[in-house]
T-cell receptor, first 113, second 114 residues
Framework: KAGVTQTPRYLIKTRGQQVTLSCSPISGHRSVSWYQQTPGQGLQFLFE???????NKGNFPGRFSGRQFSNSRSEMNVSTLELGDSALYLCASSGLGLRDEQFFGPGTRLTVL | AQTVTQSQPEMSVQEAETVTLSCTYD???????LFWYKQPPSRQMILVIR??????QNATENRFSVNFQKAAKSFSLKISDSQLGDAAMYFC???????????FGKGTKLTVNP
């Protein structure tokens, strides 16, 4: 079974631009969560989608948004990029139940210049 | 709100020895889960072990075991017979029951010396 895939793996943008990151969960998984990882703040939860609905949201500004498609693939978008948005963005998927293990993707490394 | 504290930014261990990584947490939830994740230099986060808070028995997975002290809100990870492949960042995390939202500690970087 293929693991969680994230595209692109690396991205360089400039301040003020917007970016869209993609996550394909493990086949059959319906929940997708997004995390931001930085050296200063560590791992922080962004949001979680389940069956195309946002089920949980972290404490990030409205510039961070996401969505999930009917095939469970998810995208997250960051508008008006700031230098502080430079981070590793991790996606995790889990199966049917809330007790299921979350499987993480390799991440997308975003650099904002 | 839930918080997780890992007081050891870095730890080292000799190959084949045992090491214990510390984690304390705070939560007001009665239904919650605790996890240890491993993030090797390649960056893919992997679940090492998990513990349901309602279970008194400590979880074990091969060379990995936890010491879960619920009253003290402590959740340490013991790695026995350490191997070079165990070198990684280790994150302690928690989530409340009914949620997928993980709250992570800052991590402990484990070095395994040959």
């Amino acid at each position: 079974k293929a693991g969680v895939t994230q595209t692109p793996r690396y991205l360089i943008k400039t301040r003020g631009q917007q970016v869209t990151l993609s996550c394909s969960p493990i086949s059959g998984h319906r929940s997708v969560s997004w995390y931001q990882q930085t050296p200063g703040q560590g791992l922080q939860f962004l949001f979680e989608y389940f069956s195309e609905t946002q089920r949980n949201k972290g404490n990030f500004p409205g510039r961070f948004s996401g969505r999930q498609f009917s095939n469970s693939r998810s995208e997250m978008n960051v508008s008006t990029l700031e230098l502080g948005d430079s981070a590793l963005y991790l996606c995790a998927s889990s199966g049917l139940g809330l007790r299921d293990e979350q499987f993480f993707g390799p991440g997308t490394r975003l650099t904002v210049l | 709100a839930q918080t997780v504290t890992q007081s050891q930014p870095e730890m080292s261990v000799q190959e084949a020895e045992t090491v214990t990584l510390s984690c304390t947490y705070d939560t007001s939830e009665s239904d919650y889960y605790l996890f240890w994740y491993k993030q090797p230099p390649s960056r893919q986060m992997i679940l090492v072990i998990r513990q349901e808070a309602y279970k008194q028995q400590n979880a074990t997975e091969n060379r990995f075991s936890v010491n879960f002290q619920k009253a003290a809100k402590s959740f340490s990870l013991k790695i026995s017979d350490s191997q070079l492949g165990d070198a990684a960042m280790y994150f302690c995390a928690t989530c409340r029951g009914g949620s997928e939202k993980l709250v992570f500690g800052k991590g402990t970087k484990l070095t395994v010396n040959p």
